[in-house]
């Protein structure tokens, strides 16, 4: 008995796609179809084949058309999906594997697709149920609990991630790419010891992969192993020129206070990716560290045009430095306290330029200091949201900036002291401590411990009082919350004086108290910038890797002329600095210590 033609017309062009005469199953199922048009088997081939030729376009016509005769066939849904796929739909991608896995449910690999799917279009919760179910079917599928641990890192589900990556690791001891992740997620999890050796197990399986490094010198740095990071991140580097490598690099080597070697790291980080504003911040403090103030002011003004202006939402135009008599200029600082009373130094010349009324808007604790300046016209807070002010002005500048409209250099500034409290609150403090007649020394041990350096900056007063206590000294501390826990712990031999418990925490009485003093000792705090800015005698205590602010290796600070500097020898190491300031034989005002 004879074929039917279009039995005939489809066995053929089985046969030519099972042999790869791809060209030939093509023209026989062009036969076909002009024989049935609605021959599903024929708009499924010819699809398959458009699919496998790079034409997704014609490929996704013919499955459409083979999905709507054959609606029970999974593997058309299947090679629709990849269509989809490879034009980019992927959420039309999505709903023809879910028909895939809807009629085939016991197939690992269609839940596999469709949650490859799913994660592409960001449902992560889907796509974690799909890669599951493919585990649940296919429990040596190592892709998908790779892809699930994936998943839940991104759903901030560290814990299931790393179950997930610690079987993809089982399944596949040398898929590195699984350890990685394997790392990320106890990293995030706070494992740091795990996520390290998984770092290293990765290396040891593959000596130059990046990424493996990139993530170690990450967690080195987490640790506050920065010598330990750098070279890892130097690595990672140099097999992969990752900018987001490079920006880390450049910010270990500025906390080992190697701002010179971290410049061009973090440069080419912001023209890889000129939105990169954390490296263009980063890259104005090394700039400061190395002395050049010219570039370190225009590489912030950059930052604050492109982060803080848009940030803060102001409807009036960017002061230019340009004149504007009789209008109101809002000149603000929105940084820590320390930043904030360092920028003041421009305020002067933003009064003589501008001529106009200027209105300082800071944090509240500054307000009562910064008023008594001759050059504001009047102050208001800095709002905690950072919304504009509730008052009138006409222009705006970001204080630190004033530094890129061409004052650069700290020896044309005006020098200081550039701002002082009233006078007579400065002659009620020299009442109130007319007892004392040794050598007053204010104290001061810990900063603010949301600052990320904290830990490091900070010493104990135990510290403060081997370094500076001495018969004919009257010991004051300025200490203000964290810290001063540490008063109850002075030897009852060792007098020091609470000056914050008698008084509001205000920079204004602060300084004025500090006026009274013969030396300010004190760490990397406001207190020092204060006692800067006041023109006192103010010795810093700094941390071995210091802020840039404070330069490399000096004893001296341009910006502060008044100030000395002792760093430490060894980090975390303050014997070194107690030594150094317990041979300093004379204050700075001269008088014996």
């Known amino acids: 008995m004879a074929m039917n033609p279009i039995e005939t017309g489809w066995n053929e062009a089985v046969e030519h796609c099972r042999a790869a005469r791809l060209q030939e199953a093509a023209e026989s199922c062009a036969r076909l179809l002009s024989l049935d048009p609605d021959h599903s088997g024929a708009h499924y081939l010819l699809g398959c084949i458009h699919l496998g030729s790079g034409d997704a376009g014609a490929a996704r ?44 449910p016991e197939e690992a690999q269609a839940h596999f697709r469709l949650a490859i799917t799913l994660h592409t279009l960001a449902r992560l919760e889907e796509a974690a149920g799909s890669y599951r179910r493919a585990t649940e079917l296919q429990p040596e599928m190592q892709q998908a609990h790779n892809n699930l641990g994936l998943a839940l890192i991104s759903l901030g589900r560290n814990d299931e991630a790393a179950a997930s990556f610690r079987r993809a690791v089982e399944l596949q001891p040398d898929d590195v790419a699984a350890l990685c992740n394997l790392a990320t997620a106890q990293r995030n999890l706070g494992r740091i010891r795990e996520a390290e050796a998984a770092c290293r197990q990765a290396i040891e399986r593959s000596p130059d992969h990046a990424g493996a490094y990139a993530i170690l010198g990450a967690l080195l740095g987490q640790e506050g192993d920065d010598e330990a990071a750098v070279p890892a991140l130097a690595r990672a580097y140099e097999l992969e020129r990752d900018p987001q490598v490079g920006y880390n690099l450049g910010v270990a080597l500025t906390k080992l206070s190697r701002p010179a070697e971290a410049i061009p790291y973090l440069r080419r980080a912001i023209e890889a990716d000129p939105s990169n504003d954390l490296a263009r911040f980063g890259l ?45 200029l809002l000149a603000y600082t929105e940084h820590g306290r320390g930043d904030a009373i360092q920028a003041l130094r421009f305020l002067p010349i933003v009064a003589e330029r501008s001529q106009a009324k200027v209105v300082y808007e800071g944090r509240p604790e500054l307000l009562s200091l910064v008023a008594n300046s001759p050059h504001v016209h009047s102050v208001v807070a800095l709002d905690p949201g950072l919304k504009p002010p509730p008052v009138e002005f006409d222009a705006v500048i970001d204080l630190m900036s004033v530094g890129a409209l061409g004052c650069s250099d700290p020896a044309l500034l005006p020098q200081p002291p550039y701002i002082a409290p009233p006078d007579d609150r400065v002659a009620a403090w020299s009442e109130r401590l007319s007892g004392f007649r040794g050598i007053r020394i204010g104290l001061c041990w810990a900063g603010d411990p949301a600052n990320a350096n904290d830990r490091l900056r900070s010493c104990r007063l135990s510290d403060l009082i081997a370094a500076v206590s001495r018969p004919g000294v009257d010991l004051f501390s300025l200490q203000v919350g964290p810290g001063t826990d540490e008063m109850q712990e002075v030897p009852p031999d060792v007098r020091i004086v609470d000056l914050p418990s008698l008084y509001p ?89």
Not at 63 to 86: D, I, M, Q, T
Not at 580 to 586: D, L, S
């Open 61 to 104: 016509s013919y499955l459409e058309r083979a999905a709507a005769l054959n609606p029970g066939s999974a593997a058309v849904f299947e090679a629709l999906g990849a269509a989809c796929s490879a034009l980019g739909e992927h959420a039309q991608a999505a709903e023809a594997f879910r028909r895939e896995a809807e009629i085939a």
């Open 284 to 328: 104005s403090c090394v700039l400061f560290a190395v002395g050049d103030w010219k570039q370190a002011f225009e590489t912030y003004d950059e930052w604050t045009q492109r982060r803080t202006l848009p940030l803060r939402g102001f409807d009036r135009p960017r002061w230019r430095g340009e004149p504007m008599p009789g209008r109101i």
């Open 505 to 593: 925490f205000d920079f204004c009485e602060t300084a004025a108290a500090m006026m009274n003093m013969d030396l300010i000792v004190t760490v990397d705090t406001s207190t020092a910038h204060l006692a800067g800015a006041l023109a006192l005698p103010c010795w810093v205590l700094l941390c071995r890797h210091a802020d840039g602010r404070f330069m490399i290796e000096r004893e001296d600070l341009p910006w502060y002329p008044t100030m000395r500097l002792f760093r430490q020898v060894d980090s975390g190491d303050w014997s070194s600095v107690v030594r150094r300031i317990r041979m300093e034989g004379v204050s700075a005002r001269g008088r014996a210590l």
